[in-house]
């Protein structure tokens, strides 16, 4: 029994390291995702301001990428850390393994998504696939007040924005009429 509880420990410890480059790969897959979503819609107008049309440029000019990336590090370090500590703690118990293994899962699936043009929420690909590794345990190591939760700002999400945005659209309508 001694011996297992040391192989498990060597396994986990070496674990430690292979999730450092997992952390970087869904750094990169987040960057690639999530700062296309950002400035997707802020593109077109550009490129619509340019050229007249939407699609027309040469690409998307990097000062967007920029602004877009700054974004993101200003969310993050503003309220992102109370979705990390929702992601890294409240959800289930995250060992090197399981954080290894729903890292990987989450590059994976948002780069292919990335890849076929798909916009995906990064942070929900995190969040099923630490769901994932909790349930991998069992559905008692898994905290389903918490998912409960997370899937109800998900719902609600929707609908608020799209008030929030025909709110914003109809004032602009006003001021600037017509």
Known sequence: ?????????????????????????????????????????????????????????????IWLIILGAFGIVVGLST??????????????E???????????????????CSRLGLPVSTSQVIVGAVIGVGFAKGIVAVDLKVIKSILASWLLTVPI?????AGIFICLRVIIGG
């Open 79 to 92: 309220w992102g850390y109370k979705v990390i500590i929702t992601i890294g703690q409240k959800i289930t």
């Open 1 to 61: 029994m001694e011996t297992e509880h040391e192989e498990y420990k060597s396994i986990e410890h070496t674990f430690i390291y292979l999730q450092l480059i997992t952390a970087c790969y869904v750094a990169f897959a987040h960057g690639a995702n999530d700062v296309a979503n950002a400035i997707g819609p802020l593109a077109a107008v550009v490129d619509y301001l340019q050229f007249g049309a939407i699609g027309s440029g040469s690409g998307v000019a």
């Open 94 to 112: 995250i060992t090197p393994t399981r954080g290894f293994s729903a890292e990987f899962s989450t590059a994976l699936v948002v780069l292919a």
């Open 161 to 165: 924005s799209a008030l929030t945005a």
